[in-house]
């Protein structure tokens, strides 16, 4: 079974830091409270991360992508399906 983060470089973050880990089981602990699912929660948290992600990249799709680690074309599907502005700077 593979663990989460053991593709990266640098380790696994959520093993690592104790804060962030401990925000994610809040975060977690909340959203099943609220009966929210899984995949509820998996789209919002892609939603949010693509739009964090290219807010870091100033718009710039291809970078974008290349951190995200997924090809231009699917981004430029998922901008669409979440109704993101590509360009966005928030």
């Known amino acids: ?6 593709r990266l470089p640098f380790g696994d973050p959520f093993a690592e830091n104790a804060t962030l880990n401990g925000h994610l089981r809040q975060m977690v602990d909340e959203l099943v409270g ?3 699912t899984l ?15 290219l807010a870091s990249c100033e718009g710039n799709r291809s970078r974008a992508a290349r951190r995200l680690g997924m090809h231009r074309n ?13 360009d966005s700077r928030s």
């Not at 079974?1 to 053991?6: E, P």
């Not at 995949?39 to 992600?53: D, P």
């Not at 699917?74 to 590509?86: D, M, P, R, S, V």
């Open 1 to 6: 079974m593979r663990v989460a983060g053991s």
């Open 34 to 36: 609220l009966g929210i």
């Open 39 to 53: 995949r509820e929660a998996q789209s919002e948290v892609e939603r949010l991360y693509i739009e964090r992600t």
């Open 74 to 86: 699917t981004l430029n599907t998922k901008i669409e399906q979440f109704h993101l502005n590509g």
